[in-house]
């Protein structure tokens, strides 16, 4: 098996496109402040059907710009949830208000109102979700909770691009939604992010608060050069050269929605006779998952088994990963800040310590699906009859 051709876990779609258009940047004179992010952000917006888009550095610089902008700082706590990447949290640290976390829903991974409405306080002023693996949370009672206890949230959308809830797209139910583009996302700029808002004046805030808190863009300058600070600002812009990558990827989304999608079905039938391996899925006929990664979870006698099914898949060539490889509240810095009780967070830490990301995404096929799921079978069954890893 191990001189099969390898299945990485995921792999950027890079086509001479993308290449192209790249070039065409390289070849002219601006390779920043110009015309590509521009469209960029028109594009995103066309694509999301809505929102004021802001093109980043990265989809952590558009969640600090978020809390920044929000005014959210030290006293205020903000509700994260457990069971997410490491940036959704630091955004919160780093403008100094305080993470409460919050546990995840066993099926979908999910953060759910009657979940957040157990951790308000009366210093809560903003609720970060997370669409985990691509799945929708469930909106309307966020936003029900948010609005009765005057809330901002700020949707972290970094695995969720073309993720829908009742036809609308995650990052427009919110007061905020940000995206990554980093290389193993739906899509790639190298690095790169997009904030996007329902409200055009955050949207133009956010913007000056990303370009060193200057009062005009290059093209609004009469006198070259002239410029006045009025505000504290960062540089998190994107460059012309990510922006044009971003706009030949983001052609390709809807192939890229169709195909993930397909894959993950064939994965959800091959797995669904092994009653204790549970994929993080949902069935709710309004929600639109955008099937970042295939996210399976052993229960029962398999609980155990992770590690050593990781092992096996590897060595036979087929890569993997954990989303997410800790609760939050557990990685050395949060658990030196704030403490960390064993059995916090149960559903969480079930989903990070018995969980295996699969691979899947448009450098495969039906076959490699098929050969992902017999070793991962095969792994299991050499366990139950006590064959051990075979080494
Ligand atoms: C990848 C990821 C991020 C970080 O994105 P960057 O663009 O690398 O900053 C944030 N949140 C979630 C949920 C992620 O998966």
Redesign the pocket.
Known sequence: MSDSVPIPFARPWITDGDRQAVLEVLNGHILTHGPQCKSFEQEFTEFLGGGHCVSVS????A?HLAYLHFGIGPGDEVIVPAQ??A??VHAVEWVGATPVFVDCDSRTGNLTASAISLALTPRTKAISV?HFAGIACDMPPIVDLAQRHGLRIIE?C??ALGARHQGRHVALFGDAGCF???PV?HMTTG???MFVTRHEAVASAVARLRAFGVDRTHSERTVPGMYDVPSLGLNYRMSEIQAALGRSQLRRMPDVLTQRASLFNQYRTLLGDLPQVRLIDTDAPESRSSHYCVSAVFEGEYAGRRNDVVTKLNASGIGTSIYYPQPVPRMTYYRNKYGFLPGAYPQATRISDQSVALPLGMHMTEKDVNRVVAMLKQSLAEADSGKGPGR
């Open positions: 990265s989809c952590m610089a969640l997410t990447h940036a959704t997370v972290d970094a695995i990554s583009f980093y996302k690095e790169g992010g």
